[in-house]
């Protein structure tokens, strides 16, 4: 049974999700991140081709401009490879033009021609529609308020009434931590990290999928160029850590720094191209005097409840493969 608080699956952080399936450049190899990343992409694409959910291979564009960039590129395809991230390459600045022709010309540029673009409410909805096809309830509405532990289990008192459950996983996303404490179970300290998007009007709407090399301590990859599968196009997400308080309008000069950030990419944006479109907030594990590379965790609490902390991106790419893993560990 899968517990759903709200009215629908895929109507909390999965709606405000890029959508992109990672190709896993970024994350420790050997990490969980990065196994399930590499896995979760494949197992993606294979779910999104057999339910009719819309995708696209775009490919992605990882560019530099000077030769510090293009160091930080070779680093990154080396961590790239290790992870076991499939088809990465380093192309020139031509290459680069001759894949995605609106850049701005860069020294040098990692191609990822694996990632893409999903559909990510349609593919948690065809996720749920495989698993009640296979037996499971979906239960939304279905709030969690208290948790008895018993000799079958637990009973979850529920908003739609008492459940009893031999086994409990807590994939409750940013209230993963409030989740564990009615079990009784330590949590890690999540840290709130908020992105925003900017909807960007253009003359020509790029193909790929741009990123800019990673700026070594900043806490994200930097703001980039991605696209919907509908034709829009997006500036976004950028990452700063806030109070869980934060408000919902973005600070007045945010558009700014995201039309600097979008020129270095593009070229010259005309006044007026960018409006504000939304932002979401990342449940990070590591705050801001530690911006090492993401990771995920699944421990077993002392009740004996399995939770999942601080899954954030690419935990839309890594879902299936985070699926497997914790059946495994429930097995075990």
């Given at each position: 049974?899968?517990?759903e608080?709200?009215s629908?699956?895929?109507?909390?952080?999965?709606s405000?999700?890029?959508?992109?399936l990672?190709?896993?450049l970024?994350?420790?190899p050997?990490?969980l991140?990065?196994?399930?990343?590499?896995?979760?992409?494949?197992l993606?694409?294979?779910?999104?081709?057999?339910?009719?959910?819309p995708?696209?291979?775009?490919?992605?564009?990882v560019?530099?401009f000077?030769?510090p960039?293009e160091a930080?590129?070779?680093?990154?395809?080396?961590n790239?490879?290790?992870?076991g991230?499939?088809?990465?390459?380093l192309?020139?600045?031509?290459?680069?033009?001759?894949?995605?022709?609106?850049?701005?010309?860069?020294?040098?540029?990692l191609?990822?021609?694996e990632?893409?673009?999903?559909?990510?409410?349609?593919?948690?909805?065809?996720f749920?529609?495989?698993?009640?096809?296979?037996?499971?309830i979906?239960a939304?509405g279905?709030?969690?308020?208290?948790?008895s532990?018993?000799?079958?289990?637990?009973?979850?008192?529920?908003t739609?009434?008492?459940i009893?459950?031999?086994?409990?996983v807590?994939?409750?996303g940013?209230?993963?931590?409030?989740?564990?404490?009615?079990?009784?179970?330590t949590?890690?300290?999540?840290w709130?990290?908020?992105?925003?998007?900017?909807a960007?009007r253009?003359?020509?709407?790029?193909s790929?999928?741009?990123y800019?090399?990673?700026?070594p301590?900043?806490?994200?990859l930097?703001?980039?160029?991605c696209?919907?599968?509908?034709g829009?196009l997006?500036l976004?997400?950028?990452?700063?850590?806030?109070?869980?308080?934060?408000?919902?309008?973005?600070p007045?000069?945010?558009?700014?720094s995201?039309r600097r950030?979008?020129e270095?990419?593009?070229?010259?944006?005309?006044?007026?191209?960018?409006?504000?479109?939304?932002s979401?907030?990342r449940?990070?594990?590591?705050?801001p005097?530690?911006?090492?590379?993401?990771?995920?965790r699944?421990?077993?609490g002392?009740s004996?409840?399995l939770?999942?902390?601080?899954?954030?991106?690419?935990?839309?790419?890594?879902?299936?493969?985070?699926?497997?893993?914790v059946?495994?560990?429930l097995r075990a």
């Amino acid at each position: 049974m899968l517990l759903e608080r709200d009215s629908a699956v895929g109507r909390g952080a999965t709606s405000r999700n890029s959508g992109v399936l990672h190709s896993g450049l970024y994350y420790a190899p050997g990490s969980l991140a990065a196994r399930t990343c590499v896995r979760g992409q494949a197992l993606s694409y294979e779910m999104a081709a057999r339910s009719g959910v819309p995708f696209r291979r775009t490919g992605k564009l990882v560019v530099a401009f000077d030769a510090p960039g293009e160091a930080a590129l070779l680093a990154l395809l080396e961590n790239a490879t290790a992870s076991g991230a499939a088809g990465i390459r380093l192309v020139d600045g031509d290459e680069a033009l001759r894949l995605e022709p609106s850049l701005r010309r860069p020294r040098a540029a990692l191609w990822c021609p694996e990632t893409g673009i999903v559909d990510a409410p349609a593919l948690a909805a065809a996720f749920a529609r495989e698993a009640s096809a296979a037996g499971a309830i979906i239960a939304v509405g279905a709030e969690l308020l208290g948790v008895s532990p018993g000799a079958d289990g637990f009973t979850l008192d529920t908003t739609r009434g008492p459940i009893v459950a031999a086994q409990v996983v807590n994939a409750a996303g940013l209230a993963a931590p409030t989740v564990a404490a009615l079990f009784g179970d330590t949590a890690p300290q999540i840290w709130p990290c908020r992105g925003d998007w900017f909807a960007l009007r253009a003359a020509r709407v790029p193909s790929r999928l741009i990123y800019p090399v990673r700026v070594p301590d900043q806490p994200g990859l930097g703001v980039h160029v991605c696209l919907d599968l509908g034709g829009g196009l997006r500036l976004g997400p950028d990452a700063r850590f806030v109070d869980s308080s934060d408000p919902v309008e973005p600070p007045a000069d945010l558009a700014e720094s995201f039309r600097r950030a979008g020129e270095r990419l593009l070229g010259p944006i005309p006044p007026g191209a960018l409006a504000w479109a939304g932002s979401a907030i990342r449940p990070r594990l590591r705050g801001p005097d530690d911006p090492g590379p993401v990771d995920f965790r699944i421990a077993r609490g002392d009740s004996g409840a399995l939770h999942l902390f601080g899954v954030e991106s690419p935990g839309l790419t890594a879902a299936p493969a985070l699926a497997e893993e914790v059946l495994d560990r429930l097995r075990a």
